[in-house]
């Protein structure tokens, strides 16, 4: 057999031009447990590689729609030459707003969450049909301030991710623990719950469709970020539950962005994890210069 490290270059050459090729090569070659050990790095960062690194905004509730055009106007030249995924995720009011601003530009829009039903007696509710019929490409579901301050549960959460995926959004799934839950130790097993409900019925087709976000609960919005390891550890543990639900090829397609905290100054490190595939990025999306420069970050 070929060495490995022959098969690596081989691999990284095809990953350059066809990425199916390069996942059915390391398919052919077997899981990473048949990699020796010193070569797994290279496996994981190649892996990276072939993956699309996506850094979304969540301007939550903020921005009029005239506010809105005018940070859209001020990000769209500094994101123009990005080297991965940029997308904002806005009010319901900001999205006409945002789909006209940034059309024929690199940068997708989204709505920071949708319902499940496609239309009914909902009042003040927005479906993902109606979204989509906006133009509109992304959505977020199960925001912790969805899920603390709007009662959204993991059940709820599927439904609207359902919801989002029939409407042929691409949904941003958010997961991640409270303080309390990561110092009971009961992190790895509650994101891992939270992933397998909201999946629940997602078939790997699907799955192309869903991006997860990785965001502790305590580091949103208060200034404390994980230090890249955690950051790492969970989104690695979220990839094994994908990889546990379907196969290793959905595992190492799928992307997994870290979010809480992230600004201009710890996305280097954050984004350059083998598991970190990028950020969902609120307080620092509202600065067109620290969202650029995010968006530099996970470019490299
Ligand atoms: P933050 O928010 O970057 O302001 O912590 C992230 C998020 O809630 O998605």
Redesign the pocket.
Known sequence: PRPFSCLLNHVLNAARGNSRAAFSLILINGPLGAVPPGQRKDLLRMNKQLRKAVIAG?W?MNKTPSEAKALLEEIKPLVKDAGCDVVVCVPYVDLCTALEATKGTNIGVGAENCHWAESGAFTGEISAVMLKEMGVQYVITG???RRTYFGDTDVTVQKRTRAGLDAGLTVIL?VGEYLEQREQGITAELVAMQTKIALGGVSKEELKRIII?Y?PVW????GKTATSEQANEVCAQIRKVIADLYDQEAADGITIQY????NAKNADELVAQPDVDGG??????LKAPDFAAIVKAASK
Do not use: V, Y
Request: with cysteine.
């Open positions: 969540n939550k925001h912790s301030e958010c976000a965001e580091a949103i919005g208060t979010g809480g905290s992230m969902l990025i609120g307080g620092a999306a």
